[in-house]
């Protein structure tokens, strides 16, 4: 299986209370995670970036990371104290520009000897927009258009130096950009940085199938998890690519304990830390757009329906729509006679793998086994020491049941992920 390590912040995973979460911005916190990482054999470490703070309620949201720096700036400093690990920066691919991007990314592989990924994310929304001089102007359905033409530039530009070191002029014209000349950086170790990219509408997922070397999803259970693989592994073959050749690592989170029961007691503390009563009326409000301060935390689901119009949550990825997902909070409330907290426990939580060391070996072993996933990309609830201890307990166990590697077998993250260097196109 394949392993990575995503530095937490911008979600509802971090325990910011616990006296053990250190900074978010520190590079000691990144290099702490990075080193434990590697320690680990993992694949790559994974920053997430936002390229702005959101809001609710006219205020900052209360789970975003004031002062996180630039992902890519932050990658090229590791790369100087980690040796082997791969390194994979979030980057927008609406409010960024193919020459200006591709070469940060092919710097940052030169400067990590073969080791550099690019996570593609999207945006539409004018709220992001107004901090760029474009702002709003891309509609919703254009998004993925751009991507994909986004990453295709991306890599003609890559592919202008010719194997042997000789530089070639480009010229691209497309529906979104046109630009020519010559790229100043030459061909990188792995040939192009990894594209992982993490949508999952159908637009996401045929352009994952198109143009991705490995997929991050939100599918963590047994059942959707076989679902999604399946349907984005059965995409592949009309653009000439094999199964092998897109790794898909949904992100999860996990609990140890010396024993399952202390695991899943454990676990049960942790979500209570997660998910406050502020934090729970706060992602009710997520959901129903609507100002719900003045309902008890410990009470029933407002009666009143969601706002699907509203601007009260500005910057958030919104999925599915909000009258489906509040009906089906409300049918999983009246089941099981659930309150808000308890409700938003229940149904925000990636999947947890839970239990004793050798419990959560088996879960992650059987879930590659059972085609639900390649691998996985780790959520931490701790910043930076939360992986620590799955480094130490779990990792060992994968190692002697042969199913994760005991030592790097090549240089690159291509070579980690069993991809290979891409055939020149020049």
Do not use: C
């Amino acid at each position: 299986m394949h392993l990575a390590a995503h530095f937490p912040g911008v979600n509802n995973t971090t325990v910011w209370a616990d006296p053990r979460s250190r900074s978010q911005i520190d590079f000691s916190s990144f290099e702490h995670l990075a080193r434990t990482a590697e320690r680990g054999r993992f694949d790559f470490f994974f920053l997430a970036e936002g390229l702005r703070l959101r809001e609710h309620r006219g205020r900052i949201h209360d789970l975003d990371v004031v002062g996180r720096p630039e992902s890519l700036t932050v990658l090229a400093a590791l790369a100087a104290v980690t040796e082997r690990l791969g390194l994979a920066a979030t980057v927008n691919a609406t409010f960024n520009e193919p020459y200006e991007l591709a070469r940060r990314l092919a710097t940052l592989d030169h400067l990590s000897d073969g080791r550099a990924a690019w996570n593609v994310v999207t945006s539409y929304d004018a709220f992001t927009g107004e901090n760029f001089r474009r702002g709003g102007y891309l509609d919703r359905a254009d998004r993925y258009t751009r991507a994909s033409e986004f990453v295709a530039t991306a890599r003609e530009l890559w592919d202008t130096w010719t194997p042997d070191g000789t530089p070639r002029p480009f010229r691209h014209h497309g529906q979104h950009f046109a630009i020519e000349g010559e790229f100043t950086v030459p061909r990188s170790p792995q040939g192009h940085p990894v594209i992982i990219q993490a949508g999952d509408s159908a637009d996401g997922r045929e352009f994952a199938a198109s143009a991705a070397d490995v997929v991050f999803t939100r599918h963590g259970t047994p059942e959707s998890g076989r679902a999604f693989y399946a349907d984005v592994k059965a995409r592949l073959a009309k653009y000439g690519r094999a199964p092998d050749e897109l790794k898909i690592m949904p992100g999860v989170t996990f609990v140890l304990g010396d024993s399952d029961a202390e695991a899943q007691e454990r676990a049960a503390e942790i979500r209570l830390q997660q998910v406050s009563p502020q934090n729970a009326i706060l992602a009710l409000e997520q959901i129903w757009g609507r100002d719900l301060s003045s309902y008890d935390p410990d009470g029933p689901l407002p009666g009143i329906d969601p706002d699907p119009g509203s601007s009260l949550v500005q910057g958030r990825v919104k999925h599915g729509d909000p009258l489906a997902v509040a009906a089906r909070w409300r049918a999983l409330s009246e089941e099981k006679g659930l309150s808000i907290r308890q409700t938003v426990i229940e149904t925000t939580g990636r999947q947890s793998f839970i239990g004793s060391p050798g419990t959560v070996a088996a879960q992650l072993i059987e879930f590659v086994a059972a085609d639900a996933a390649d691998g996985f990309i780790l959520v931490p609830h701790l910043t930076p020491g939360g992986l620590d201890d799955f480094v130490d307990r779990v990792v060992p166990l994968l190692q002697e049941r042969g199913a994760f590697r005991s030592e790097y077998t090549g240089p690159t993250l291509r070579s980690h992920l069993g991809l290979a260097e891409p055939v020149w196109k020049g």
